[in-house]
C-alpha cells in the first residue's frame, strides 16, 4: 500500500507509462499524470492518439512498457486485484458476452464484485430506470442497438460503484437524455469524493464536465491542467481553435 | 467476376488465423502443422481408402464394380450436407461482416457466389483428401480384381482427379439453395430456432434412409447392407443416386473411362451451381432482409421480481460459460452436442456388429481371458478416450471463444487461476458425464466387472485431464479473437486442429507403451493396465504442474 497517495487522495495515478506494439511501434510515450478524489479528469486527442492504449494500461489489459499505474495504491501489475476492485471500465466496444440478456450479464459483473443481493437490486432497478432500460432487461444483448449495449455497459460498472471509473468514450451512441444523465452520474460520483476518467472526442464535453484534461498526440501529452488555464493562456480562442492548433503543430515539426 | 473474385480473396485472407512466422512458436507451429497432417489427416485416408478397398473387392467378386465406392462417396455428399447446412446458414445470413458486405454497390448473386466459393475452399480441404484415397481404394481393389488394363485409362484417371475436387460442389450447393428457400418459405415464422433445426432434421432423414436401406434383411449390420449393395437393391443407395445424381456418372467415368459421362457429370455439376446463383439472384437479398430483422419475443420486465441474487465467483464464471456455449449455436453443437457421438457411436457400431464374426469372435477371446484381446481392447480406448477428449475443443478454444472481448479476462478481478479453473471445469462438466455413459453402455454390451467399469471410468479421466490442460496450454499462447462468426471461431482456429494432432501423438505414445510392456517384459494384462493408469496419473500431475504455469504465464502475456 502507498501510504503517500492515500495522503493526497489520488486514485489513479500513471507514471511514466509507455508502451510499444509489435517490435517498434510506440504508442505511448511516458504519459504521467494524476487524479485525485473528487475529480473528473477528461482525455483528448485525435485517433490514434493513444488514449485507448493508456486506458487498457490504467486497467490492466496492456503491461507498460516501462512506469507503472497505480489505481487507489494500488499498482496494477503488482497488486491486480486490490486495484481492480477499486475501478470500473467501460470499454470502448460495448459488444461483450452478446449471448446474455443484460440482467444476467449485470448479475455476472456484480458476482465477480460480490456485490451482496440486498444492495444489488436497488441500484440495479435506480440504474436501469434513470437509462431506460428496465424493459429490456430481460432480453438477450444481441438484439439491443448499440446505445443499448452502451448504457447497459454502464449500468454493469455503476452497479458495483467503485471509487474510480474509468470510461473509455462512454458517450459514444449514447441519446441526449442517457448522455446527460451518465454525465450526471459523473458529476455526482466525483462529488462523492470519488473520481473519473474518461476520454472524448467531444470538446464541449470535456469542456463543461472536467476539472482537468489532458490532450494527448502521437503518444504524447501535450496538455495537462484546467480548463481555465488553458483558456487563459491562448486569449480569444475557444478550446476547439486550442486544440486544432495544438496537434496541427504537433504535426508540422 | 473481378467483383467477385475481390470479395473471395477478402473473405480468405480474413478467414486465416495470424500465426507466429518466426522464431521459436513459429518453429513450434510449423511442426504442429506437419504432425497433424501425419497425424490426423494421413490415418484417416488410409482408413478410408482400406475401407473402399475392402468393400470394392468384396462386391467386384460379386460383378458389381461400382457399388461400393458409389455409396461410400454418397456417405460423404450426405455429411457433408449434414455439417455445412449450419455452416452454410451462418455465412449467408449471420456472419457479422454481413452488414458491411451488404452496403457495397454488388448485385446480391455475386455476393452469395464470393461467399460460396469460399466455404467451399475453406471447408472442403478434408474432403478432397478423403474422396481421393477413396478413388485410390477403389482403383486398387479394381487392379486386384481385373487387372491393370481398362482400369487405369487416362479418362478414369482424369475423372478421379477431377471427381475429387468437383465432388463436395453439389452437397454445398444443395445446402446453399435449401438455406435460400427456408429463408424464403419461412419467413413469417420470423424465429431464429426453426433455422437451426434444418441440420438435425437433415440427419434424422438420411439416417431414416440408411436404417430403411436394411428393412425386410433382418437386422442392421455390415454383411446385410453389402449384400444389399451387391444386388442393388439398396435403398440409401437408390435414393442418393438420384439426389446426388452426378455421382453415378462419375462412378460411370471412372469404372468405364467413357468421356461423355465425365462432361454430363461436370455439365449437371455447372447446372446446380448455375440454379444455384439465379436462386441467390432472387432471393438473397430477401432472405437478408429477413436474417436482419428477427429476434426472440419481447418479455414483459417486472421490475420487481428481477433475480438477484449473490453467486461465488467461480461458480457465476462457469454459469456464464456454459450459457454462452449453449446459447450460441455453433458451440452447442460443435462442443457440447458432439460429446453425444461417443454413446451413440457405440451403442451403433456394437449393433451393427452383432451378427460380424470377426467382431463376435474377438469379444468371445476377450471373455475367456485372452491376453491379447484385452491389450487390443486397451489401446483402443485409450486412443478413443484421448480423441473423444480434443474432439470437442472446449479446451483448445477456451480463449478463442472470449472473441474480440478477451480483455474481459483482464480487467475483471479475478486471480487469473480462477478463470482458468473454471475454464478446465466447463471443459470436465461437459466432456467427462459423455465419457462415463460411453464406458457404461460398453461395459454393458462386453460385460466388464464392476471394477473394470471403474478403472476405464478412471482411465478417460486421466485421459480427459491431459487433454484439457494442453488445450488450455495451446490455446492461451496464441488465442484466435478476431474472428466475424463463431463459425469460424472454431474452423479458423488452428489451434484446436493442432491441439488434436498433439493428443493423437500423446495417444500413440501411451500406446506403444502399453504395448511394448505387454509385449517385451513378462508382466501379465492385468499389471499392464494398472502400469498405463500410473503412467497417466504420473503424466496429468507433470502436466498440472507445469501447465498451471505455462497458462497463467500466457494469460498475463495475453495481447
Ligand atoms: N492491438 C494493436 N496492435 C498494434 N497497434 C495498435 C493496437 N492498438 C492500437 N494500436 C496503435 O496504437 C496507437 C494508439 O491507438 P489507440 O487505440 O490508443 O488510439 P486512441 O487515441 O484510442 O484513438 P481513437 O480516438 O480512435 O479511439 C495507434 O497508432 C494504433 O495504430
Ligand atoms: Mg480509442
Known amino acids: ?253 | 467476376m473481378n467483383n467477385i473474385r475481390t470479395l473471395f480473396n477478402v473473405y480468405r485472407a480474413n478467414f486465416e488465423m495470424p500465426t507466429p512466422k518466426k522464431g521459436l512458436k513459429g518453429s513450434l507451429y510449423t511442426a504442429f502443422g506437419f504432425i497433424a497432417f501425419t497425424c490426423i489427416m494421413l490415418p484417416c485416408c488410409l482408413i478410408v481408402g482400406y475401407i473402399t478397398y475392402i468393400m470394392s473387392l468384396a462386391l467386384m467378386v460379386e460383378n458389381n464394380t461400382m457399388n461400393a465406392l458409389l455409396s461410400e462417396v454418397h456417405i460423404i455428399s450426405a455429411f457433408s450436407m449434414i455439417f455445412s447446412m449450419l455452416v452454410v446458414f451462418n455465412v449467408l445470413f449471420f456472419s457479422s461482416d454481413r452488414e458491411h458486405m451488404v452496403t457495397l454497390p454488388l448485385s446480391h448473386w455475386q455476393l452469395l457466389s464470393a461467399k460460396f466459393w469460399h466455404t467451399y475452399m475453406a471447408e472442403s480441404i478434408m474432403e478432397f483428401m478423403v474422396l481421393f484415397s477413396m478413388f485410390v481404394g477403389h482403383f486398387a481393389a479394381a487392379i486386384q480384381s481385373f487387372g491393370a488394363q481398362g482400369v487405369l485409362g487416362p479418362v478414369q484417371i482424369l475423372a478421379a482427379l477431377i471427381g475429387t475436387l468437383v465432388t463436395p460442389l453439389l452437397p454445398l450447393a444443395y445446402c446453399t439453395i435449401l438455406s435460400l428457400i427456408l429463408m424464403s418459405v419461412l419467413k413469417k415464422v420470423r424465429n431464429i430456432k426453426v433455422f437451426y433445426h434444418v441440420s438435425t432434421f437433415l440427419l434424422l432423414v438420411f439416417v431414416a434412409i440408411f436404417l430403411l436401406s436394411f428393412r425386410g434383411m433382418g437386422g442392421v449390420n455390415v454383411n446385410n447392407y453389402m449384400d444389399s449393395l451387391a444386388g442393388g437393391t439398396n435403398l440409401f443407395l437408390q435414393i442418393c443416386n438420384i439426389l446426388f445424381f452426378t455421382v453415378p456418372l462419375l462412378g460411370k467415368a471412372i469404372g468405364s473411362g467413357s468421356i461423355l459421362s465425365l462432361f454430363l457429370y461436370l455439365l449437371g455439376n455447372a447446372v446446380i451451381v448455375c440454379i444455384m446463383l439465379f436462386l441467390g439472384y432472387l432471393l438473397y437479398q430477401e432472405g437478408l432482409y429477413t436474417a436482419a430483422a428477427l429476434g426472440s419475443r419481447k418479455k414483459k420486465v417486472d421490475a420487481d421480481r428481477l433475480k438477484l441474487d449473490l453467486t461465488s465467483v467461480f461458480a457465476t464464471y462457469i454459469k456464464k460459460e456454459l450459457k454462452v456455449l449453449l446459447r450460441t449455436r455453433a458451440y452447442a453443437s460443435n462442443c457440447f452436442y458432439i460429446n453425444l457421438l461417443w454413446p451413440i457411436g457405440i451403442i451403433v457400431l456394437f449393433s451393427l456388429s452383432e451378427n460380424n464374426e470377426n467382431i463376435q469372435h474377438f469379444l468371445d477371446l476377450y471373455r475367456e481371458g485372452y491376453s491379447r484381446a484385452a491389450l487390443i481392447l486397451l489401446l483402443v480406448i485409450i486412443f478413443t478416450s484421448f480423441v473423444a477428449s480434443a474432439l470437442n475443443s472446449l479446451s483448445s478454444t477456451a480463449f478463442t471463444r472470449e472473441g474480440a472481448h478477451v480483455d474481459i479476462i483482464k480487467y475483471i478481478p479475478v486471480p487469473y487461476e480462477t478463470q482458468m479453473y473454471a475454464k478446465a471445469a466447463v471443459a470436465l462438466i461437459v466432456t467427462y458425464p459423455a465419457l462415463i455413459l460411453t464406458v457404461i453402455i460398453a461395459s454393458f454390451y462386453i460385460g466388464w466387472s464392476l471394477p473394470w467399469t471403474l478403472y476405464y471410468c478412471a482411465l478417460a479421466l486421466c485421459a480427459l485431464l491431459l487433454s484439457i490442460v494442453i488445450g488450455l496450454s495451446m490455446d492461451s499462447a496464441a488465442p484466435f479473437t478476431l474472428w466475424d462468426d463463431e463459425y469460424s471461431a472454431l474452423r479458423g482456429n488452428l489451434n484446436s486442429f493442432f491441439n488434436m494432432a498433439v493428443i493423437m501423438v500423446l495417444a500413440v505414445f501411451v500406446c506403444g507403451i502399453a504395448f511394448l510392456t505387454f509385449e517385451l517384459t513378462p508382466l501379465g494384462i492385468v499389471p499392464v493396465h494398472l502400469l498405463i493408469l500410473v503412467l497417466l496419473i504420473i503424466l496429468d500431475i507433470i502436466a498440472v504442474i507445469f501447465g498451471r504455469k505455462i497458462i497463467l504465464r500466457n494469460m498475463e502475456e495475453l495481447y
Open chain 1, 1 to 253: 500500500m502507498d501510504n503517500t497517495s492515500i495522503q493526497d487522495n489520488t486514485l489513479i495515478q500513471a507514471e511514466n507509462l509507455s508502451m510499444i506494439y509489435g517490435s517498434d511501434h510506440k504508442a505511448v510515450d511516458d504519459m504521467s499524470f494524476s487524479s485525485k478524489a473528487g475529480e473528473i479528469v477528461g482525455f483528448a486527442g485525435p485517433n490514434g492518439a493513444g488514449k485507448t492504449t493508456v486506458i487498457k494500461m490504467l486497467t490492466g489489459i496492456l503491461r507498460p512498457v516501462t512506469g507503472r499505474a497505480l489505481i487507489a495504491g494500488h499498482d496494477i501489475v503488482k497488486e491486480p486485484l486490490a486495484a481492480k476492485q477499486s475501478f470500473a471500465y467501460v470499454a470502448d466496444n460495448p459488444d461483450v458476452l452478446l449471448q446474455l440478456t443484460g440482467l444476467e450479464y449485470i448479475n455476472f459483473v456484480a458476482d465477480i464484485y460480490k456485490i451482496p443481493a440486498e444492495d444489488r437490486a436497488p441500484r440495479v432497478k435506480d440504474l436501469a430506470a434513470r437509462f431506460g432500460m428496465s424493459d429490456a432487461l430481460e432480453t438477450p444483448m444481441r438484439e439491443y442497438s448499440h446505445g443499448m449495449r452502451q448504457k447497459l455497459m454502464v449500468i454493469a460498472a455503476l452497479t458495483h460503484n467503485p471509487p474510480a471509473w474509468i470510461l473509455d468514450e462512454p458517450m459514444t451512441g449514447l441519446d441526449p437524455s442517457a448522455a446527460y444523465e451518465l454525465k450526471q452520474m459523473m458529476r455526482e460520483h466525483a462529488a462523492k469524493g470519488n473520481c473519473v476518467l474518461f476520454s472524448t472526442h467531444v470538446l464541449e464535453v470535456a469542456e463543461k464536465l472536467c476539472d482537468h484534461i489532458i490532450i494527448m498526440n502521437g503518444g504524447h501529452s501535450l496538455y495537462q491542467g484546467t480548463v481555465e488555464d488553458l483558456s487563459a493562456a491562448h486569449p480569444g480562442q475557444d478550446l476547439e481553435e486550442i486544440f486544432l492548433d495544438m496537434i496541427s503543430y504537433k504535426k508540422g515539426e
